[in-house]
């Protein structure tokens, strides 16, 4: 990205979600320079998670995907748009290439193959992913998370085994 197009992509970012008419006025201008893989991804995320359009959005996701096959700030993203669209099998896919990606943070994208199994009731697994996403995680407050996943995931599980 240019410097002009990085101040609009960094006015669009500051702008979300919060001011959207911003946010697209300034995603516009960034993607009139050049499509790159850092303003597809947030177009995708409003069209994910502001717009509920996941169809658009993995449009948007696979062609940043396509710019930029290393921008590791789409796949967490991505992942959550597949999974609310109750793609799981792309999903498990784009997990297990992420995880593959040099530099991603894989404690994330395990957390996102935990959500994943919680959303198919494999809850036994989603627990262990939880504890192997703890083993990649250097961040106290994303262990923190964790742990609240964990509680989560095993009220679940314990309504889950008493409905049966």
Known sequence: MNTIQNKYYFQALDNFPYNMEE???ALNYALSYEKNADCLCLLARVYSEILN???TAKEYFEEAMSI???S???YPYFIDCL???DDYKEAKKLINFALTVKGIDKAVILNKKSLLLEY???YKKALNMINNARLHTYNSNFMTYLES???????KKKSNEKSK
Request: charged share 30%; hydrophobic share 35%.
């Open 149 to 155: 996943r964990e509680k989560q995931i095993k009220l």
């Open 72 to 74: 590791l700030n789409l």
């Open 120 to 122: 198919q009731k494999k």
């Open 68 to 70: 930029n096959i290393h």
């Open 53 to 55: 359009d996941y169809e």
């Open 23 to 25: 946010t697209i006025v």
């Open 83 to 85: 999974l609310w669209n």
